[in-house]
T-cell receptor, first 116, second 110 residues
């Protein structure tokens, strides 16, 4: 049990659908992250939130829309995705704000997304 | 972006030590070296991190070269549950970003 949960664990959607991924951390952390892990590729950082404010957006297409209503919850809203968006989407959290030396990231189990 | 270089895969026998190497020749003086591992069907989990000195914890040891251009993760006695992809990563002290590479896929034979 890592203290970071993600739902759903698996999601299949069509290109015209709208869906949302949810992440919840029970660790009292102050920063949360979305990563994308495609097959045969390294993890890619997508978004970073610190104290519910977005502090980084790594050139992610607008069909991915994050939301952080409070420090414990993070959402990734998906609409009009492409098949190449199929990947494992991972959420992580850190106790301190991004940039804190040596801070540890705690990852959730991920959502396996398939876009048809 | 700073990059790390790791072998794509390594094999080990159960109960034997494993030394996983990583080269990071472009590392700056304030970048921490982190190691994470990812077991099948799970998210990455933290293993160990360090800046200059060698580090030990209950999971592993981290040996950092004097010039900091390379490091080695040491698993003292590999178990079957240690089979995973191991990532050697920079922690950007200023930006707070973790840049993941391809990692080393470790297989452990009984």
């Amino acid at each position: 049990e890592t203290g970071v949960t993600q739902t759903p664990r698996h999601l299949v959607m069509g290109m015209t659908n709208k869906k949302s991924l949810k992440c919840e951390q029970h660790l009292g952390h102050n920063a949360m992250y979305w990563y994308k892990q495609s097959a045969k590729k390294p993890l890619e950082l997508m978004f970073v939130y610190s104290l519910e404010e977005r502090v980084e957006n790594n050139s992610v297409p607008s069909r991915f829309s994050p939301e952080c209503p409070n420090s414990s919850h993070l959402f990734l809203h998906l609409h009009t995705l492409q098949p190449e968006d199929s990947a494992l989407y991972l959420c992580a959290s850190t106790l301190q704000a991004p940039g804190a030396s040596g801070d540890t990231q705690y990852f959730g189990p991920g959502t396996r997304l398939t876009v048809l | 972006d700073a990059k790390t270089t790791q072998p794509n895969s390594m094999e080990s026998n159960e109960e034997e030590p494993v030394h996983l190497p990583c080269n990071h020749s472009t590392i700056s003086g304030t970048d921490y070296i982190h190691w994470y591992r990812q077991l099948p069907s799970q998210g990455p989990e933290y293993v160990i991190h360090g800046l200059t000195s060698n580090v030990n914890n209950r999971m592993a040891s981290l040996a950092i070269a004097e010039d900091r251009k390379s490091s080695t993760l040491i698993l003292h006695r590999a178990t079957l549950r240690d089979a995973a992809v191991y990532y050697c990563i920079f922690f950007y002290n200023q930006g707070g970003k973790l840049i993941f590479g391809q990692g080393t896929e470790l297989s452990v034979k009984p």
